[in-house]
């Protein structure tokens, strides 16, 4: 056998089909499939917000330019819509089962997971209270946004009152999606350094699951350290 054909995995190769596994220094977080639903879900919505932007106030007028147009948005901002409703239901069928809320969720305190104390609940599994809400709020989010569309992509087909109506509530929709998105990038980052390696090279090291995840570590590790 070649050197290359009795090559061990590496924790990359491991990456592309498994997760919630040890391998070395490192815990497999998000396989690649994973990550792909993410970041297409991710694309959707960027293009979504800056061909929405010029459409929903004249300050974001300039913004028209950089797609073609206004009317060029219009068209290109429905059918991101689409995809972005698409990628989220596909992100849905494929994470719903860890998200989940469990008894030792009611314990979550929105209040501490701000102040990032080092002094993590040991019975924090893969996903925390703060993470499993922010999930079901994007679906949420994700169907308002999608069905107040509607209306306003087909005006001819719909009375003025409920084409009013969606317009505030597709507003709404927006802004609470670009809030909590600011948020999701700070926490994925900043606030959290090693967060973001998980959507991108698809692990974290064990010292990073031991103090966010501990009942992760536990149960990817077997308990040891």
Known sequence: MSEIGARAPTVMDVAREREDVLVGEEIVRHKLSSRLIHWTVAIFFVGALLTGMPIWSPVFG?????FGGL?????????????FSVGTVVMFVAWVSDMKFDANDRKFSFIDYLKFSAAEDPEVGKYNAGQKLFFWSVLAAMLVVLLTGIPLWWPKEFGW?????????????????????????????????????????????KPWARLHHPRWFREVTGGRR
């Not at 060029?72 to 689409?82: D, N």
């Open 62 to 66: 300039w913004m028209a330019y950089l």
């Open 71 to 83: 009317s060029v948005c219009r068209w290109l901002h429905a059918w991101l819509g689409v995809a």
């Open 161 to 205: 009152r409920l084409r009013q109506v969606c317009i505030v509530l597709h507003d709404v929709g927006f802004i609470f999606w670009f809030v909590a998105i600011v948020g999701h990038i700070y926490l994925g980052t900043a606030a959290e350094p090693g967060t973001f390696r998980s959507m991108t090279r698809g692990t974290v090291t």
